[in-house]
């Protein structure tokens, strides 16, 4: 990968003002295929859910998924677009070795959903991001460059194909370009995409996992010099899979173009790879010429007519959006905007909530969520929610806490064996022996017992220290095996001492 010359960030934007747009493609969520009777499951053995229809074979004739229409006008009503009342499905015709047909059904100048918008915040300020278009199409294959460095075509010493993909529904979502945002430009492109994922998933179309190339973005960035009123060449970096990489990939090209531009050259109009490991992105394929696709009206497909009052359906089930469900919640729970920001990037708002509709308090469900069980699920490299535990057994544990039957630490092996698969929370401490020791009688005899191997820590509490009783508190629970109720043993030990 060749080194460029690269502008430091705020100076770049010291001199140009930066173009962003994102085109998100989203894997819906269906059972089916786009056009036939393959199922979607991720992961299968390759070529094993495939079909005529889906290949291409001669004499095999598409027919359209009407869940994957219905999913797509949510999407669009969601995005506050205009439903289409007529559209045509066309022919892409294009050669690519994972495009099985040699052509792709997409939507070219008919599209289902157009012109709406989505209101994101970035650092407290409303941001209005316009939608251009949602269009419906149907997904590729999957190449596998087998050998080389860089897992890309060039250098590979050879390719194979899997054709599961080929034919899932895939649905394109673009914005109209973005001005205005200046420094702000890369945050506002992640914000962006990291609400229309919630989004996404709340109206449950898609599982939006970056991950496994359901929800991936492409993602446009130009500059022009401050005061021109002339927008600049753009590049177009291609298949950005993670929110954080949305944001650095902006930034990358930010720093690049405004080297470009500085050193008197021309940003050339292209596509662009982002790399991970070092945050910049390399030259992809030229895009100077527009390439002819040969669109026309796919010949195989009647048109899509949704009627007026299956769109009003469709609207009156709408879930509420993530950002009034976000405000709600943070009134409701009492939290800062800080805190409220951590809960949803740890994926756990949902999970809170579940668990606060159980009965444990705002607090204690974030503090167990975004503590100990957000490092278990880091430790496992799992998502929260991927967890193998539900938040009524959280809010369980929360109350045991709460009503005394348990301390921390105590919960925390609790939650051990509820990972485990040992059982809900209250078979668990049946089999483990694990309740807080609460007969004072066994307390007393431990107490008795720490005084008289610290005799110099106990002198120091009956002059009046009463800060040195911490090793006393210690030795009783290691004495209790950690089953005693901390703040009862010291009650008990300063009652003890100071009378």
């Not at 053995?45 to 999913?71: K, Q, W």
């Not at 860089?150 to 914005?175: C, F, K, M």
Request: proline share 5%; glycine share 8%; with cysteine.
């Amino acid at each position: 990968m060749t080194t460029e010359t690269l502008v430091p960030f705020n100076q770049a934007l010291e001199r140009y003002e930066p173009l962003i747009g994102l085109e998100t493609h989203v894997e819906l969520g269906t059972r089916t295929k786009m056009f036939c009777g393959c199922i979607t499951t991720f992961g299968a053995e390759p070529n094993t859910h495939v079909c005529p229809v889906c290949l291409g074979l001669p004499g095999s004739l598409p027919v359209v998924n009407r869940m994957a229409i219905e999913y797509t006008i949510r999407i669009g009503l969601a995005l506050n677009c205009t439903i289409a009342t007529w559209c045509r499905f066309a022919r892409k015709n294009y050669f690519y070795p994972d495009m099985p047909k040699n052509f792709q059904i997409s939507q070219y100048d008919e599209p289902l959903c157009t012109d709406g918008y989505l209101d994101v915040t970035v650092d407290g300020q409303a941001i209005r991001v316009g939608i251009e278009r949602v269009h419906l199409e149907e997904d590729t294959g999957k190449s596998l460059h087998v050998g080389g460095a860089t897992g890309r075509i060039h250098g590979a010493e050879y390719s194979l194909v899997d054709y599961n993909r080929a034919g899932i529904p895939l649905v394109e979502i673009v914005t109209k370009p973005i001005e205005g945002t200046g420094a702000a430009a890369p945050e506002v492109a992640r914000v962006y995409v990291t609400e229309l994922r919630d989004l996404l998933r709340a109206l449950g179309v898609s599982d939006v996992r970056m991950e496994e190339g359901s929800l991936r973005c492409d993602v446009n960035t130009s500059l022009s010099p401050r005061g021109s009123g002339v927008w600049g060449t753009r590049t177009e970096t291609k298949n950005v899979n993670s929110l954080r990489s949305v944001e650095r990939a902006v930034r990358s090209e930010i720093e690049r173009q405004a080297a470009v531009l500085d050193g008197g050259g021309r940003v050339i109009q292209e596509t662009r790879h982002f790399h991970e490991d070092s945050g910049r992105t390399t030259s992809g394929r030229s895009k100077e010429e527009a390439q002819d696709y040969r669109y026309f009206p796919e010949p195989d497909l009647v048109p899509v007519a949704p009627p007026a009052d299956w769109v009003a359906q469709i609207r009156a089930t709408l879930p509420e959006a993530p950002s009034k469900v976000r405000a709600r919640l943070r009134a409701e729970w009492d939290v800062s905007e800080a805190e409220m920001d951590a809960i949803v990037n740890a994926g756990a708002l949902d999970l809170v909530a579940q668990t606060v509709a159980a009965g444990a308090s705002p607090a204690d469900a974030r503090k167990w969520w975004l503590g100990e069980l957000a490092r278990r699920a880091n430790d496992a490299g799992l998502e929260l929610a991927d967890l193998p535990i539900t938040p009524a057994q959280v809010a369980r544990i929360a109350a045991l806490v709460a009503d005394g039957a348990l301390n921390d630490r105590l919960a925390r092996d609790v939650i051990d064996a509820v990972l485990a698969g040992e059982g809900d929370p209250d078979q668990v401490i049946a089999a483990r022996g694990l309740a807080v020791v609460s007969d004072e009688g066994a307390l007393n005899a431990a107490i008795d017992q720490a005084i008289a191997a610290n005799p110099d820590v106990a002198a120091k509490v009956r002059d009046g220290k009463v800060a040195a009783a911490g090793p006393l508190v210690g030795a009783v629970m290691r004495a209790t095996g950690g089953q005693a109720d901390a703040a009862r043993v010291r009650e008990l030990i300063l009652a003890r001492l100071t009378q």
